[in-house]
């Protein structure tokens, strides 16, 4: 199970930062995705371990920014300048398989989940 946190409520134009753990797991990417009720999970943002490289979400690149504490074994998911469309449940995905790029935006190649946390963004 990864232990993922730090969602809450803010306002349009406020930030947050996510927080996931992969409690003692060998994986290669760390993933995020969010779901809004009556819709598909959505790929937000991975990263790839072995220090192969970020990717982002159309909608959230120059606003969000996933980065990792070596030392803390956390992967960190920065987002600012929030929009009320960034509404979700967001969820942190693992995997130890070495995904290409192609492959990090679909949720069956992610082996690992967190139980997802909660963001609201008002306008």
């Known amino acids: 199970q990864l232990q993922a946190s730090g969602g809450g409520l803010t306002q349009a134009g406020g930030s947050l930062t996510l927080q996931c753990a992969p409690d003692?797991?060998?994986?290669?990417?760390i993933s995020w995705f969010r779901q809004v009720p009556g819709k598909d999970r959505q790929f937000v943002a991975a990263f790839k371990l072995s220090g192969a490289g970020v990717a982002y979400a159309d909608s959230v690149k120059g606003r969000f920014t996933i980065s990792r504490d070596r030392a803390k074994n956390t992967l960190y998911l920065q987002m600012n300048s929030l929009k009320p469309e960034d509404t979700a449940v967001y969820f942190c995905?693992?995997?130890?398989?070495?995904?290409?790029?192609?492959?990090?935006?679909?949720?069956?190649?992610?082996?690992?989940w967190g139980q997802g946390t909660q963001v609201t963004v008002s306008s």
């Open positions: 995905a693992a995997t130890s398989g070495r995904l290409i790029t192609s492959e990090l935006r679909n949720e069956v190649n992610y082996d690992y």
């Open positions: 003692g797991r060998t994986v290669n990417v």
